[in-house]
């Protein structure tokens, strides 16, 4: 397995994402200053890795710092990484629990102890992507195809994915007869990341541009569509990679279950509906130019939101390491996240 | 305005399509290979200009013959012609004018006569698409946002455009705030063709990826959309670049019009349906690759529609010079056919 995300002895290692499938090159970081900055510039991406890197990064705050300063140190690395990225919650949520233990920790014993709870956060993310893989795949049919768009893969997740975990899962099973993965513009993480996780994992995939979706959905059988969620709602309203509430919209007129694969971590109770959630807008280079070239002509706005929101309405089912949720969700969900142990905001 | 398309004298002069927006070159086509060549590759591209291109490759060859083989290399350059692009049927009717001048006229006169049909097809389409400019700015309420698809524009049409030109014609009559353009992937015509069209006239423009349509259609005001078309069957089924489908349904589910602009040349009323309008499948580069540089993963399978076929169902009026046909569609489509003088293949 291919870690995006892993502690080494002292430091972190991440595996640069903005190089694939070019080139797997593996980054070492020894601040916190430079996990954030991997945060923002994307070298980590998909809402659970975020998680276990911010989570790590706090750790590394905690061990540069001399014990005097320790606590404060901290507490700003805290702030900083939460300033990272505002949509997917895991982020928030594996700093939530750092803060907790600083909150409850001997300083002596601080570093230390904010490590065991990086690695737990990271350990717990492994697992519930493997629980959500096995749940994931026992929704496929025999011979399906399935649509996935975006990353919701092994070195999204720094696990064995959700999403793309679920297909693979379901491949190794004998049930999945071809998965087509969508580009996915601007950053083209399906392209670049999902058809290389998908065809290193042996699952015959085929590769389209967004705008193909509903051609094929019409034109073609698609038993199924799964996608991460980088936040979900309290409603069952998700955030995910702009782009999913078009393939959802599509998926319902045309009679395909919609699955959404998270962990409870990305459930964020906090909030009562999609509404709610700050959707990032980045750089509008990543739309105007493509691998450094400038594609597009000069025009006056442009503009680059990261994610949608699909409202609850449209999505079949809710696929986390504690069980499979179907709408209403909201019964659902505050189960999953109460048993989780209140990581919400 | 900005020619696509130009007989200069004795030759064909295109603007080169795919070096805008960063040039604007032109290129002096003298044989008819290098015609069909440049249909090909899409120097030029668009339905109705790939018609009046295919027509003037038609004299070229009548030119470049000798008087004994002149009536052959005529027909074979038809053949030729007819073989560049399989969905737009602008092609095949300018074509089948051709041929009949060929199979009526002296072969004295021959050269003479096919650059008068010619230059005919030509300023046919430049007064359709100003009808079709004209009458499609009815269609938009008071600060109108409009959102449009791929490039239907003057460089689209050897005239003044079809989708584009309602656009600029309503923006004229004050009506639009804002157009809201899709790149258009894979080979980016709305970020490179009709950005550079719509600033050029002043339209107050914004550029997003084909994957934020559903996004923007859910939380901003878009009034209408409006498109061009390659193909419209007998029952009006519109075949338009890959991803007016996915835009159409979308358009559907949020109660946005959907308006198709073309001239009556792009009805093929051969067709009853359209299911058996041929989609053109591309070379899988355009979609792996973007402006040279690889960016997708190796994959085994990669699908390039170069179309889809949007159901007649989906559509709220097409606009054609001769008048805004709505549904049903098959009685209004056989009268501006009928008028037209029997173009059909």
Redesign the interface.
């Known amino acids: 397995m291919t870690h995006s995300v892993e502690w080494c002895e002292d430091h972190v290692r991440l595996l640069d994402q903005r190089l ?3 080139e797997e090159r593996y980054v070492d970081l020894r601040t916190c200053d430079k996990v954030a900055a991997a945060i923002r510039d994307m070298t980590v991406r998909g809402a659970p890795a975020i998680g276990v890197a911010a989570a790590y990064g706090v750790v590394l705050a905690a061990q540069c710092a001399d014990s005097a300063s320790r606590t404060d140190a901290v507490a700003s690395a805290i702030s900083q990484l939460a300033a990272t990225r505002p949509t997917a919650v895991n982020l928030f949520a594996a700093l939530e629990r750092m803060r907790c233990v600083q909150r409850d920790c001997d300083p002596q014993l601080l570093v230390g102890e904010l490590l065991r709870e990086a690695r737990t956060v990271h350990e717990e993310e492994l697992s519930a992507s493997m629980a959500i893989s096995s749940l994931g795949a026992t929704l496929f049919p025999a011979g399906a195809t399935v649509l996935t768009h975006c990353n919701a893969g092994m070195i999204a997740t720094a696990a064995h994915g959700t999403a793309l975990g679920a297909i693979v899962e379901a491949h190794r099973q004998g049930k999945v007869s071809r998965a087509i ?6 950053l ?1 993480q399906g ?3 999902t ?2 996780e998908l ?1 290193r994992a042996g699952v ?13 959905m ?1 034109t073609s059988h698609i038993d199924l569509v799964i996608v991460g969620a980088d936040r979900i709602a309290a409603n069952g309203d998700v955030a995910n990679k ?2 999913t ?2 393939i959802a ?2 998926a ?2 045309h009679g395909v279950p919609f699955y959404v694969a998270a962990p409870t971590s990305t459930v964020d109770m906090s909030l009562r509906s999609g509404a709610a959630i700050e959707i990032e807008e980045r750089n509008t280079t990543e ?2 130019s ?2 450094g ?13 990261a994610f ?2 699909t409202p609850h309405r449209l999505v079949t089912a809710i696929v986390t390491e504690r069980g499979i949720l179907r709408s209403p969700f909201t019964r659902g969900l505050k189960g999953v996240a109460a048993s989780h142990g209140g990581r919400s905001r």
């Open positions: 694939l499938p070019q993965a969508t580009e996915t513009r601007p083209l392209a670049r990341l058809v290389w065809v015959p995939t085929t590769l389209i541009t967004d705008s193909m979706v509903g051609h094929f019409r702009i782009g509430y078009s919209v599509l319902r007129a739309v105007t493509i691998a070239i400038r594609v597009a002509a000069e025009c006056p706005e442009v503009r680059n939101p949608d929101v």
